[in-house]
C-alpha cells in the first residue's frame, strides 16, 4: 500500500468520508424511498401483497448473501478495490431496476441491486474504520456517517414521492446511477487501499448455507399464508431453513477460518453490539415498510402527507447520531445501546396507543414515532464503532460483516414477520366483523388488500370495519416492536455486562467474556 503524503492525508481522509456517505446515502435511500412508490408498482406493475414485501425482500436478502463474502474479499483483495467494484455495480443494478417493466424483473434487478449495495455497505464501516484510527476522529467521522445514512433513510419517503410526481417511478433507480458516478470518483481519489495479509480464502460454504437458510425462512413467513403453513412446499421450506441453518454451524466449525470467526464473540463490546445490530431490525426498519401504509390506507393521508408524517419517524435519526457518540466515549457502549433500544421500545407502544386513538391522526402518532427515532439515533453508529473498534484493524473487515449481517438478516426476517402479523391481524378482524360471509379464500384475498393498503373499489364493507381491522393489524405489529425490541435490549445490557472501555478503544478485543 502506497502511503498518503502528509501534507493530503487529511484532504484525503475527508475524500474517503465524503464517498463512504454517499454511497451509505444511496444505500439508505434504496431503503426507504421505495415503501412509498408500493402503492404505485401495485398498480402500474399489477404487483400484490406477496410482491410487494418480495421487491423490499429481495434487497436486503441479497444483501445478506454477500455481506461475510464480501468482507472476506475485502480483507484479502483490497477494501478500496472492493468497494469501488461495488458502487459501479449498484448504479449498473439500479439502471436494470429502473427500466423494468413487469414486477418480476424488477425483484430480480433488487436481488442484484441488493448484492452490490451489501459491498457497498460492508466497505463503507471497513473504509471509515481503517482510515480514522484516532479515537475522535472515528467517532466523528462515524457520527457523520450516521448522520447521512440516515438522512438516506429519513428522507426517503419523501424524496420517492416527490420523484414519482415529478419524473415517474423509474427515476426512484435510476438515480443512483448517476449518484454513482460521482461516488467512484471520490472513493478512488481519497480512500486508501488496505487489505488483511492473514485473509484466508472465501468460506462459500458458509456463504451458501446462511444465505440458503434465510431466504427460506423468509419465504416461509411470507408464502406460508398463501400455501398453507402444513402445505408440502412450505414444510420443505422450513426443513431446508433448519437444516441449512445446522450445515453452517457445521461448515463454520471445520473451517480453520471461518467467515464467522467465533473467538469475536466472547468479547463483551463486540457482542452486546452485534445484539443491538439485530434488535433495531426487529423493530424500527422493517416498520418503516408499513408505516407509510398506516398513513395513507389508516388515517386516510395522500403520499405527500404520509411522507411528511414519516418525518418525525425518521428525522431524529439525523439529529442524535453525534450525541450518542460522545456519550459512548464519555460513559460506555454498554449503557448508551441498550437506553437506545429501550427508548425505541417505548417509541412502539405510544405509537399503538396513538394508532388506537379515537381520533387517530399524525399527531396522535407523533409522540411514540419521534420516541423510536431518538432511541434509534442513540443505538446506530454506536453498534457500528463498537463492533469494529473492539477488533484489531486488519479484522475490520470481518467485523463488520458480522455486524451488517446482523442487521440484513433480522431486517429480511422482520419484514416478513411484520408482513405476516399485520395480515393475520386484518384477517381475523374481519372474519370476526363478518361473521362468514365471504369464503375464507375471498377473505383473505380481501385481507390482503387492505394490508397492502388497497382499500379502493372494496366489496360493500363498512369503512369502519376495514379501519378498525387496520388498527387491529398494526397495533400487532407495534406490539410485537415494542416486546421484541425490549428483550433484545435486556439481552444486550447483560451481555455487555461490566466492560468499561470507550467504543473504540485500541485493547477492546484483549476483554474477555
Known amino acids: 500500500m502506497t502511503a498518503a503524503s502528509p501534507p493530503s492525508s487529511n484532504s484525503r481522509a475527508m475524500i474517503a468520508l465524503m464517498a463512504a456517505c454517499l454511497s451509505s446515502l444511496m444505500f439508505g435511500l434504496e431503503i426507504s424511498s421505495v415503501p412509498a412508490i408500493l402503492p404505485t408498482l401495485e398498480k402500474v406493475l399489477h404487483a400484490d401483497f406477496s410482491a410487494l414485501q418480495w421487491i423490499m425482500n ?8 454477500v455481506l461475510m463474502a464480501a468482507g472476506t474479499f475485502a480483507d484479502r483483495y483490497g477494501r478500496k478495490r ?3 467494484i461495488g458502487i459501479a455495480a449498484f448504479g449498473l443494478t439500479s439502471l436494470v431496476a429502473g427500466l423494468a ?36 476522529a472515528r467517532s466523528l467521522a462515524f457520527g457523520w456517517w450516521g448522520i447521512i445514512f440516515g438522512i438516506g433513510l429519513g428522507f426517503g419517503p419523501i424524496i420517492g414521492t416527490a420523484i414519482v410526481a415529478a419524473a415517474g417511478w423509474q427515476w426512484v433507480f435510476l438515480i443512483h446511477a448517476v449518484l ?9 481519489a481519497g480512500v486508501e487501499e488496505s487489505r488483511d495479509p492473514a485473509a484466508g480464502r ?4 458458509g456463504i451458501a448455507t446462511l444465505s440458503l437458510s434465510v431466504f427460506c ?34 461448515a463454520e466449525k471445520l473451517n480453520p477460518r471461518p467467515m464467522f470467526d467465533v473467538s469475536v464473540f466472547r468479547i463483551r463490546a463486540f457482542s452486546g453490539a452485534v445484539i443491538g445490530s439485530a434488535a433495531m431490525n426487529i423493530s424500527f426498519w422493517p416498520f418503516m415498510i408499513y408505516l407509510p401504509i398506516w398513513y395513507q390506507a389508516g388515517l386516510g393521508y395522500g403520499s405527500l402527507a404520509a411522507g411528511l408524517s414519516l418525518l418525525a419517524y425518521t428525522l431524529p435519526t439525523l439529529a442524535v447520531p453525534p450525541l450518542a457518540e460522545r456519550l459512548s466515549l464519555r460513559y ?7 437506553g437506545g433500544l429501550f427508548t425505541i421500545g417505548l417509541g412502539f407502544l405510544l405509537m399503538k396507543f396513538g394508532s388506537a386513538a379515537d381520533h387517530a391522526s399524525w399527531l396522535t402518532m407523533l409522540p411514540g414515532a419521534l420516541l423510536a427515532g431518538i432511541g434509534l439515533g442513540f443505538t446506530n453508529t454506536p453498534v457500528s464503532n463498537t463492533t469494529t473498534g473492539a477488533v484489531s484493524s486488519d479484522r475490520a473487515g470481518m467485523a463488520s460483516g458480522i455486524d451488517m449481517s446482523a442487521r440484513m438478516i433480522s431486517l429480511a426476517i422482520n419484514i416478513a414477520v411484520m408482513g405476516f402479523i399485520l395480515f393475520n391481524g386484518v384477517f381475523s378482524h374481519l372474519k370476526s366483523a363478518l361473521q362468514s360471509s365471504l369464503p375464507t379464500d375471498d377473505l383473505r384475498l380481501l385481507a390482503e388488500r387492505i394490508a397492502a393498503g388497497n382499500i379502493s373499489a372494496l366489496p360493500e364493507i363498512p369503512a369502519a370495519t376495514v379501519h378498525d381491522a387496520l388498527v387491529h393489524g398494526f397495533g400487532a405489529v407495534m406490539l410485537y416492536g415494542a416486546i421484541g425490541v425490549w428483550l433484545m435490549a435486556a439481552a444486550s445490557f447483560v451481555t455487555f455486562g461490566h466492560w468499561k472501555a470507550p467504543a473504540c478503544a485500541k485493547d477492546c478485543d484483549t476483554q474477555p467474556a
Not at 429481495?58 to 448473501?65: E, G, N, W
Not at 454513482?180 to 478512488?188: D, S
Not at 460506555?332 to 441498550?338: E, K, S
Request: hydrophobic share 60%; aromatic share 8%.
Open 58 to 65: 429481495a434487497y436486503t436478502i441479497a444483501v445478506t448473501t
Open 82 to 84: 472492493v468497494f469501488v
Open 101 to 136: 417493466q413487469d414486477v418480476s424483473l424488477l425483484i430480480a434487478a433488487r436481488f442484484l441491486q441488493g448484492m452490490s449495495g451489501g459491498v457497498m455497505l460492508i466497505c463503507q464501516v471497513a473504509v471509515l474504520s481503517h482510515q480514522f484510527r484516532d479515537a475522535k
Open 180 to 188: 454513482a458516478v460521482v461516488t467512484v470518483a471520490l472513493a478512488v
Open 202 to 205: 472465501l468460506d462459500i460454504a
Open 217 to 250: 425462512l423468509a419465504f416461509f413467513i411470507t408464502q406460508g399464508p398463501a400455501l398453507g403453513f402444513d402445505s408440502p412446499t412450505a414444510l420443505a421450506m422450513a426443513g431446508l431453513s433448519a437444516a441449512s441453518l445446522i450445515a453452517f454451524v457445521i
Open 332 to 338: 460506555r457502549p454498554g449503557l448508551v445501546i441498550p
